[in-house]
T-cell receptor, first 116, second 114 residues
Framework: GAVVSQHPSRVICKSGTSVKIECRSL??????MFWYRQFPKQSLMLMAT?????????EQGVEKDKFLINHASLTLSTLTVTSAHPEDSSFYIC????????????FGAGSRLTVL | SQKIEQNSEALNIQEGKTATLTCNYT??????LQWYRQDPGRGPVFLLL?????KEKRKERLKVTFDTTLKQSLFHITASQPADSATYLC?????????????FGQGTELSVKP
């Protein structure tokens, strides 16, 4: 089955630093990937849609300069949290739709970001 | 605005019983509805998809119903096992044909006791 690999699974950083999270589709090509964020006991919130070879589209209220997305190849999308602050601490999960014609998401394992 | 509600209270049941989880939505008529399972600290895993013209869908011990009049989906796990303990999320497509742009409910935590 389709697999989405996400790295790192956990990261702790100091306030003001930047953190990069990678999302790879291992056995399929993903022209589009989706980045979600989840706070404890809350639902997943879509942050942005990553498009291979073009700019990402961001959801309302998500700062594009804060959350930089790069989708340089058909199998890799990266999310960089710039100048991270404690309120950015969250669970970030990427996903893709490996099966054409069906809007079913395959998720990565998620990345737990803690900003001190 | 579109809204999805799942029972935020945890559901505790005995092994072997049927677990029933509810997903209600408002201000929307989705083309399909999906259910995912999420284990602690992990990404969600897709379970079932049911379309607006389907009343019921089954997969092994799982059954999903979709009532577009009530704007409700029920998710059943029969002969539940402790391994079924997890959080279950329902999701709707936000707008027709915007693949991947799903709205998720907050999830219901299921605990199956042996």
């Amino acid at each position: 089955g389709a697999v989405v690999s996400q790295h790192p699974s956990r990261v702790i950083c100091k306030s003001g630093t930047s953190v990069k999270i990678e999302c790879r589709s291992l056995d399929f090509q993903a022209t589009t990937m989706f980045w979600y964020r989840q706070f404890p006991k809350q639902s997943l919130m879509l942050m942005a849609t990553s498009n291979e070879g073009s700019k990402a589209t961001y959801e309302q209220g998500v700062e594009k300069d804060k959350f930089l997305i790069n989708h340089a190849s058909l199998t890799l999308s990266t999310l960089t949290v710039t100048s991270a602050h404690p309120e950015d601490s969250s669970f970030y999960i990427c996903s893709a739709t490996p099966y054409s014609g069906a809007n079913v998401l395959t998720f990565g394992a998620g990345s737990r970001l803690t900003v001190l | 605005s579109q809204k999805i509600e799942q029972n935020s209270e945890a559901l505790n049941i005995q092994e072997g019983k049927t677990a029933t989880l509810t997903c209600n939505y408002t201000n929307y008529s989705p083309a399909y509805l999906q259910w995912y399972r999420q284990d602690p600290g992990r990404g969600p895993v897709f379970l079932l998809l049911i379309r607006e013209n389907e009343k019921e869908k089954r997969k092994e011990r799982l059954k999903v119903t979709f009532d577009t009049t009530l704007k409700q989906s029920l998710f059943h796990i029969t002969a539940s096992q402790p391994a079924d303990s997890a959080t279950y999320l329902c999701a709707l497509d936000r707008l027709y044909n915007q693949g991947g742009k799903l709205i998720f409910g907050q999830g219901t935590e299921l605990s199956v006791k042996p």
